[in-house]
C-alpha cells in the first residue's frame, strides 16, 4: 500500500504563494531556448554526466524554469521544504538557496545555472527518499544490506512525463512503520519543545516500597513519558510497579517492576537521544525495501528476537543470541533467502576461529580440542599425529576442523540455512543458560535460537502434515540430513533501537555495537539536525 506522506505534512503556504508569483516572473525569460541559456546549462550541467546526457537527450527542454514548467517547480520546493520532517540533511538541498537564485536569475545564463541547481536538489532529494542518505557500509562494515538506487535517468523520466505531485509522493518510503517513525518524530520534537520529560531520577535504583524524592521524580517522569496518569501518589506503589514494567517491556528490559540500576539508566534517557535513534531508524527504513505482507523471518539484533512475520503479524517468536560486541564477531545487517535446514549438523570451524583461537592451542599441544576433527583439502580426516602444528601460521594452515554431529556440536541439533558470503546462519545450542540473560551477545556472530526444534516444526508445518514426526525421526538417525525448504523464506538481519510495535507505538533498544551512535554522528555530519535544539 502507498502512503503518500506528503499530502500528511504541514503545509507550507508562504513557499506555495512564492512558487506561483515565480511562474510570472520566469514566464518572459522562457519563451524560447536561447544559446546562452544552452552554453550555461551545458556548462553547469558537465560536472555530472547523468544529469549532462539527460539535458543532452532532451535537447535542453526545461524541468523548473520554463514557462510550462510552474507545477512541476512548485511540486519539488514544497517537497524539499520537508526535508527536516523527514529526518534529512535540509542544507543538502537549499530550498532557500534555489528560491534566492531564482529570484535573483536575470539573463538566460542564470536560468540555465538555476535549472541544473535544481535538477541536482531534486535527484539528491529523491536518491535520499529511496536509498537513504548514507552509504552504510562506509559508516559500518557490519552493514552489508544490499541498498536499491533508483537510475538518475529513470528520475528524469519520472518527473518530466508524470503528474509532479503523484512522482514526489512516489518517491517516499511506503511502510507503515516509516509513516509511524515519522509520527513519533514529530512528537518527541513537540515534546522537547514543551520540556521535555522533566527532572532524570535522582538514584541508582528505586524500588516497591521506597518514598522520597527520587521516588517523586520516576512517578512525574513517567507521566511525561506516558506510562502513568497524572498522581500525587509519592510512594512506590503497584501503580508506579505497573507503570515500570511498561517501560520495561518497552525498552526489552526484565520486567520485573522494580526500578533498578538498568532501568533508571534507561528512563532517565531524554528525548533529545530517542529522537536521534528515530531518525536514525527512519534512514534504516530508506534502505529496506522488502514486501511487509510476504511471510519473512525478522531477527532485530539489538532485540534479541526472531520473529516470523506475515501479513503484518507474528506467527512465530523466540528468543536468540547474538554476535559479541568485539570487531569480526557482530552479527552483520543484511537480507537472504532461507532454504533448507539441516538435523544433526556438523560443525565446520570458520577459518577466523581456527587461525585465531584453535591453531595456538594445538601448537602447544597437539591433543588440545579433542572433539574436532582435523580436516584435508579432500574433506578426509586426518591424524593429529601425522600434523606437524608448529609449521604452520594463521596465512598457511592448509587444515579445516570439524565438530562432527553429537550432543555437545556448536551448532546444537539444528541448524537454518540462508546461503550467504558471511557465513551466518540461525541454530542450536547446547549453551541454553544464555538464553536467560537480559543481553545476549556473545556468539562468534550467528544467530542462535532459544526454540530451534518449534522452529524446525514450524517451517516443516508448511510443507507436510506430520512436521514434528518427521523431524523428530530425522533427529533420532544421528546422521546429518538435509531438508530443503520447498519455498524459500526471506530473512532480514536489521537493527533497530527505534522500532514500532504493533499497536504502532515505538520501542526502543540498547544500541550493543554502537551502530546507530555511528550513522547518528554520520547525517549530523551530513546536515541533519534535531528540531529546535540545534547548536
Not at 536561447?34 to 532532451?58: G, H, K, M, V
Not at 522488502?290 to 516470523?308: S, T
Not at 556438523?346 to 588440545?368: C, D, H, M, T
Request: glycine share 8%; hydrophobic share 40%; net charge negative.
Amino acid at each position: 500500500m502507498h502512503f503518500p506522506v506528503l499530502r500528511k505534512l504541514p503545509c507550507r503556504p508562504a513557499l506555495v504563494s512564492l512558487s506561483l508569483a515565480l511562474v510570472q516572473s520566469l514566464a518572459p525569460a522562457a519563451q524560447a531556448e536561447s544559446t546562452s541559456f544552452t552554453q550555461s546549462l551545458a556548462a553547469s550541467a558537465s560536472s555530472d554526466a547523468a544529469i549532462a546526457e539527460w539535458y543532452r537527450t532532451t535537447g535542453y527542454d526545461t524541468l523548473w524554469t520554463g514557462a510550462d514548467d510552474a507545477a512541476r517547480r512548485e511540486a519539488l520546493l514544497a517537497a524539499l521544504a520537508t526535508a527536516q520532517d523527514h529526518g534529512l540533511p535540509v542544507a543538502r538541498y537549499d530550498v532557500a538557496a534555489l528560491v534566492r537564485d531564482l529570484r535573483a536569475a536575470e539573463t538566460e545564463g542564470d536560468r540555465g545555472r538555476v535549472e541544473v541547481a535544481m535538477t541536482r536538489a531534486y535527484l539528491a532529494w529523491a536518491h535520499d527518499l529511496t536509498s537513504g542518505a548514507l552509504t552504510p557500509k562506509e559508516v559500518d562494515a557490519g552493514i552489508v544490506r544490499e541498498i536499491n538506487v533508483i537510475e538518475p535517468q529513470v528520475l528524469l523520466s519520472r518527473i518530466a512525463k508524470g503528474d509532479p505531485e503523484a512522482v514526489l509522493a512516489w518517491l517516499e518510503p511506503r511502510s507503515v512503520q516509516y509513516l509511524q517513525l515519522m509520527k513519533a518524530k514529530l512528537g518527541l520534537e513537540a515534546q522537547i519543545a514543551a520540556g521535555g520529560w522533566g527532572e532524570t531520577v535522582p538514584a541508582g535504583s528505586v524500588l516497591p516500597g521506597d518514598t522520597g524524592l527520587a521516588v517523586i521524580a520516576l512517578r512525574d517522569r513517567l507521566v511525561r513519558m506516558g506510562y502513568l496518569a497524572p498522581t500525587a501518589v509519592a510512594s512506590y506503589d503497584r501503580g508506579l510497579q505497573a507503570a515500570v514494567t511498561a517501560f520495561q517491556l518497552n525498552h526489552g528490559l526484565t520486567p520485573d517492576g522494580a526500578a533498578g540500576e538498568g532501568t533508571v539508566a534507561e528512563i532517565n534517557i531524554g528525548p533529545e537521544e530517542r529522537l536521534e535513534s528515530v531518525i536514525v531508524a527512519m534512514e534504516r527504513e530508506r534502505w529496506m525495501h522488502i514486501d511487509r505482507e510476504a511471510k519473512h523471518v525478522w531477527v532485530n539484533l539489538p532485540d534479541f528476537r526472531a520473529k516470523i512475520i506475515e501479513g503484518g503479524k507474528t506467527i512465530f517468536e523466540t528468543r536468540v543470541v547474538i554476535g559479541k560486541n568485539v570487531p569480526d564477531q557482530r552479527s552483520p545487517e543484511f537480507s537472504d533467502e532461507m532454504e533448507h535446514m539441516v538435523i544433526n549438523p556438523s560443525w565446520g570451524v570458520p577459518r577466523s576461529i581456527i587461525v585465531k583461537e584453535y591453531l595456538p592451542l594445538l601448537q602447544q599441544n597437539p591433543n588440545a580440542v579433542g572433539h574436532l576433527q582435523v580436516v584435508d583439502g579432500r574433506g578426509r580426516v586426518v591424524s593429529r599425529g601425522s600434523v606437524n602444528f608448529a609449521a604452520y601460521n594463521a596465512r598457511n594452515f592448509p587444515y579445516a576442523l570439524r565438530q562432527p554431529p553429537s550432543d555437545g556440536n556448536a551448532l546444537g541439533k539444528v541448524k537454518f540455512m540462508f546461503p550467504n558470503q558471511y557465513n551466518i546462519y540461525l541454530h542450536d545450542t547446547p549453551s541454553k543458560s544464555l538464553f536467560d540473560k537480559e543481553v545476549r551477545a556473545y556468539s562468534h556472530g550467528c544467530i542462535r535460537v532459544a526454540d530451534p526444534f518449534d522452529l524446525a516444526h514450524e517451517l516443516l508445518s508448511w510443507q507436510t502434515d506430520n512436521a514434528e514426526a518427521e523431524f523428530e525421526a530425522a533427529l533420532k538417525t544421528g546422521r546429518e540430513t538435509t531438508v530443503k525448504l520447498k519455498q524459500s523464506l526471506p530473512v532480514h538481519l536489521v537493527y533497530f533501537t527505534a522500532y514500532p510495535d504493533t499497536k504502532g507505538r515505538i520501542t526502543y533498544r540498547r544500541d550493543i555495537y554502537g551502530r546507530d551512535a555511528a550513522l547518528w554522528e554520520a547525517l549530523r555530519a551530513a546536515g541533519v539536525e534535531l528540531a529546535g535544539v540545534q547548536g
